[in-house]
């Protein structure tokens, strides 16, 4: 186990720059997801913590010990890929044993350190079987032992589960977050599934662009997104953003109003009238049809998507021609063409500053 810490880690290929300045830490034996958009820089970020790339600028140290001239084995890594890359030609046992067998490890160490691996991902019945023998799922669990076995200072996930189906997918998730409770190891998980982040880490690193946007617990960054790229990247379907202006302040509350909300009061003090900001909506926070009461915006239903238990409607506010996604937990009978009710629910308002994107308030 080790902690991680990076200084003002930078990387470019040649006149690319593609990681600007990273500070982070990680504790020992936690388990982080690093997640943001395909091409911001996760694996570069994976691969520089690996010691598989060397980084352009900065600092990186595993438990105060700089390593940024270290090789992965020096630094005591293992690493799982989305690719699995066993050897074919070689049973279950066999892939699991053999980078331990070029380490020169004594046979009987060997051989426990498999039968723990085998035992802890259930592949204790395919020990003798050839990956091609093997589902999807068992050949990504043999990679996942051949991690293990290697009994790593710090593992390191590099979108692991994107080859799989959707419901192995849900279920290797669980097996993964079960192993870290187990070994306690250091993990760093890369994902670009917010869904896959929120589900799995305790800690969320959200990388976009090569910046660090935010780091915090799954429900801070749902519930607090530090600016309008995290706002717009954790959260399914995404927020509704809409462009806005302060109309003044009301004692404690602030008025502000939008074409597709109309007005609305958030708790924030103190902002000059006229100023240009953006209110944040979940699509969850609506209320639709007889619920939305009086004084009520009005929806122009374009797209209704419904899964029996649960409804989204994409449409149109108030004439505007910006899409907005509304999100109910029931079936809700419309057609597209139809007019509803539309009501923001008081207390889920995010406000965000026009220019900069940064989070101001809300409630
Ligand atoms: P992610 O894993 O988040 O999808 P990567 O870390 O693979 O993103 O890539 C980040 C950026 O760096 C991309 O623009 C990619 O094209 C670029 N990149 C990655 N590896 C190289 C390389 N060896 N040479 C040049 N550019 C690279
Ligand atoms: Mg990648």
């Given at each position: 186990m080790a902690t991680i810490q990076m200084k003002g880690v930078t990387k470019s290929y040649g006149l690319l720059d593609v990681i600007h300045g990273v500070d982070l830490r990680i504790e020992e034996g936690e388990f982080v997801a690093l997640v943001g958009p395909s091409g911001c820089g996760k694996s570069t970020m994976l691969r520089m913590i690996a010691g598989l790339e060397t980084i352009s600028n900065g600092q990186i140290a595993f438990d105060d010990e700089v390593v940024n001239d270290m090789t992965p084995s020096e630094r005591g890594i293992s690493m799982v890929f989305q690719s699995y890359a066993l050897y074919p030609h070689l049973s279950v046992r066999k892939n699991l044993s053999f980078g331990l067998e070029n380490l020169r490890m004594p046979r009987e160490e060997i051989r426990t350190r498999v039968a723990e691996a085998a035992r802890m991902l259930e592949l204790d019945d395919y020990l003798d079987r050839k990956p091609k023998a093997l589902s999807g799922g068992q050949r990504q669990r043999v990679a996942i032992g051949r991690a293990i076995v290697r009994q790593p200072r710090v593992f390191l996930f590099d979108e692991p589960l994107s080859n799989l189906d959707a419901k192995l997918r849900v279920q290797t998730r669980g097996e993964i977050t079960r192993l870290h409770k187990q070994l306690g190891t250091t993990m760093i998980y890369v994902t670009h599934?917010?869904?896959?982040?929120?589900?799995?880490?305790?800690?969320?690193?959200?990388?976009?662009?090569?910046?660090?946007?935010?780091?915090?617990?799954?429900?801070?960054?749902?519930?607090?997104?530090?600016?309008?790229?995290?706002?717009?990247?954790?959260?399914?379907?995404?927020?509704?953003?809409?462009?806005?202006?302060?109309?003044?302040?009301?004692?404690?509350?602030?008025?502000?109003?939008?074409?597709?909300?109309?007005?609305?009061?958030?708790?924030?003090?103190?902002?000059?009238?006229?100023?240009?900001?953006?209110?944040?909506?979940?699509?969850?926070?609506?209320?639709?049809?007889?619920?939305?009461?009086?004084?009520?915006?009005s929806l122009i239903v374009d797209q209704v998507e419904s899964l029996g238990h649960e409804t989204y409607i994409y449409g149109r506010l108030n004439g505007t021609g910006t899409t907005t996604i509304i999100h109910v937990q029931n079936h809700l009978e419309a057609e597209p063409g139809d007019t509803l009710p539309a009501a923001p629910r008081g207390g889920h308002v995010h406000l965000f500053d026009a220019s900069s994107g940064l989070r101001l308030g809300g409630a």
């Open positions: 599934d917010p869904v896959e982040a929120m589900t799995m880490a305790k800690k969320i690193v959200v990388l976009i662009g090569g910046h660090i946007e935010q780091v915090g617990r799954p429900l801070d960054l749902f519930e607090r997104p530090a600016n309008l790229f995290v706002a717009g990247f954790i959260g399914s379907p995404r927020m509704n953003i809409f462009d806005a202006t302060v109309i003044g302040t009301e004692g404690e509350v602030l008025r502000v109003r939008s074409a597709e909300t109309g007005d609305m009061l958030v708790p924030l003090p103190g902002m000059a009238p006229g100023r240009a900001v953006k209110i944040g909506l979940r699509p969850s926070h609506f209320a639709l049809g007889e619920e939305a009461g009086e004084g009520a915006q």
